[in-house]
């Protein structure tokens, strides 16, 4: 046993260096929505944009992609519509249709592996109240930015000087912020209007320390299954019968017996 704990010590220290970054550090993301239409009325469809900001201030950097993402209403009686995001040509900006019947509903942001963000209760027919945020907002000496042109509309902050944007510049492209502040879109639906129980399945509302740590668990498990067969081995040879060296027989030897 004591081997064994040895082991698993050992396997951790090695494996949680070689864990993703996101794993080790913050691993958060917020919903920031453009300029959201002022009044709302009842089955009207809207465009809404909205960016998916990891640790509230760059785009994800991560293994993979996001996925899902969208905003999530939850009405009072427990009916749940989600409404699946469309990447535009900026990084972690995206845009949708929603289509919303008359109720009060709970807005959140669907934001992949990361939890669901909070983003506010959106009243219909009326508008959106924002929620307080769920983490404080960064401010530090400076701040990265990604976009260059559009950009999500709480850039820079509060930080004392932005790095300028150094990737290669989009092709421009109308904002969506403009869109979803004007007149009602085209007459999109919402991707799927469910219960709650069956978005919690296809939406997967699991801890995002599940993927990080998967290789963690197969890794000390598989060490722990190969000393426990090791140590059955060497029990059952222990075990095993075996004649006493004077009583064996050697090749040209014959054996008397007396009495």
Known sequence: MRRLLVALAAMAAILAPALPAHARAGFWAV???????????????YTVGFWVLQHGTHPYEGPGGLDPIGLRLTAEDGTTLTFGGTPLPEPAH???SVKVPAGRWRVQGLQGMFGPYEIGTLTVPGGLKAAPPQFPVPAGSEVMDYWGPVKPPGFPWKAASVIPNR???????????????AQPAGATQPVRATQPAQVSAAVGDSSPWRQPYALVIVAVAAVAGTLLVQRAARAAVRRRPHDPPERETRDGEEVISTG
Do not use: K, M, N
């Open 167 to 181: 990737l290669p510049a989009a092709t421009p492209a109308t904002s969506v912020a403009s869109v979803a502040s």
């Open 31 to 45: 919903t920031e929505l453009d300029p959201f239409p002022a009044q709302v009325r009842p089955d009207v469809p």
């Open 94 to 96: 995206y845009a949708t």
